[in-house]
């Protein structure tokens, strides 16, 4: 955990893969798990997992992330040089 986030009733932490996790009580959606549930445990925001979320900003009751896409691409010449396959 490199970065922790305190608002009214919750905690925010972000880490060092910028990912970031959220616990207490969630009667606005603070939590950023698309309910009105309260956690005791951390929950990891999966939503986020295509970014790399570099800085959290925590109000009394709502956070703000930055961050960046992630992205897993080859050098573009490489690329440019392999079939796309499609799933």
């Known amino acids: 955990i490199i970065e922790v986030g305190v608002g009214e009733w919750f905690i925010v932490a972000l880490d060092s893969e910028g990912s970031i996790h959220t616990l207490g009580s969630n009667e606005f959606g603070e939590l950023g798990t698309g309910d009105l549930e309260s956690w005791i445990y951390p929950y990891h925001i999966v939503e986020l997992n295509r970014w ?36």
């Open 52 to 87: 790399f979320i570099e800085n959290v900003f925590v109000g009394s009751n709502f956070v703000i992330s930055l961050g960046r896409k992630k992205t897993h691409l080859k050098d573009p010449k490489e690329w440019s040089r392999s079939p796309l396959k499609a799933k």
